[in-house]
């Protein structure tokens, strides 16, 4: 048993998306989040700023005493995790890549979209992991950079959003010969709905939920999991910006 809480962060807000998932999963578990709102966007930034950026933020969780640290962001997943688990290995760390990737090939897909953040789709991580699992899937993949801002703003459940989905993805989808697709960015569980309602032939991934499933994983077997307790969750951010108080105010309502 250990009660101290679960180190979470991102680039910006998405990364709620996976404590959503981390809240429904494990109840008792506490949370301290690290949203890099000053620094954001991650995703058009260079590796080594966001390698830079992420060794800063878990020494900066490490230093609060948290029991694991869970890269709830794509970005910084593709660039920083190796490197921070050769820094730090005295504490679990995860990104969502892997586990995104593992779920998606227990499906058994011919072939697999994949949308995220220009950063994320030049590294080709998921295309690559994608193969280390399953060398016969196809994979297509399409950075969406205008999503990110416009979730951030709020701008969701309207007309705005829809038609920048189809903007980016109506080619993508009609062209591409696949049914399953990966949101490889931890904005896009809050446009899902969208995308369900615009493409619903298409079985949707969310890499924020998938890792959650790995961080239970790993508390059980190292006895780690947390029993009820009064630690409060902790929030916090590098600018508290108006948006910042948007975005959480939308996903906790
Ligand atoms: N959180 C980032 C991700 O999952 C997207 C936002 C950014 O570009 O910083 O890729």
Request: net charge negative; charged share 25%.
């Amino acid at each position: 048993m250990d009660n101290r809480p679960i180190g979470v962060f991102d680039s910006g807000l998405g990364g709620l998306t996976s404590v959503m998932a981390l809240k429904d999963i494990m109840p008792n578990e506490k949370v301290l989040f690290y949203g890099d709102t000053a620094r954001t966007p991650y995703g058009s930034k260079s590796p080594d700023t966001i390698r830079e950026f992420s060794k800063q933020i878990v020494k900066y969780l490490i230093g609060k005493d948290v029991k694991m640290i869970v890269i709830a962001c794509n970005t910084a997943t593709s660039m920083a995790l190796e490197m921070l688990k050769d820094e730090f290995k005295d504490i679990p760390i995860i990104g969502v890549i892997d586990p995104t990737v593992r779920r998606v090939v227990g499906d058994s897909p011919k072939s697999v979209g994949i949308i995220g953040t220009k950063a994320t789709i030049d590294s080709n991580i998921y295309a690559d992991t994608l193969s280390k699992y399953d060398f016969k899937i196809k994979t297509y993949s399409l950075a969406c950079p205008a999503f990110v801002p416009l979730i951030e703003e709020g701008i969701i459940d309207n007309e705005i959003m829809d038609l920048t989905i189809k903007y980016y993805m109506d080619d993508f989808v009609r062209s591409g010969d696949f049914d399953s697709l990966i949101l490889g960015c931890t904005h896009y569980p809050l446009i899902s709905s969208n995308i369900n309602r615009i493409y619903p032939d298409l079985r949707l991934y969310s890499s924020s939920a998938e890792v959650i499933r790995d961080v239970q994983t790993i508390l059980t077997e190292r006895d780690m999991l947390a029993e009820p307790n009064s630690y409060r969750d902790r929030y916090y951010a590098s600018d508290l910006s108006e948006n910042f108080l948007r975005m959480t105010d939308h996903m906790f309502k």
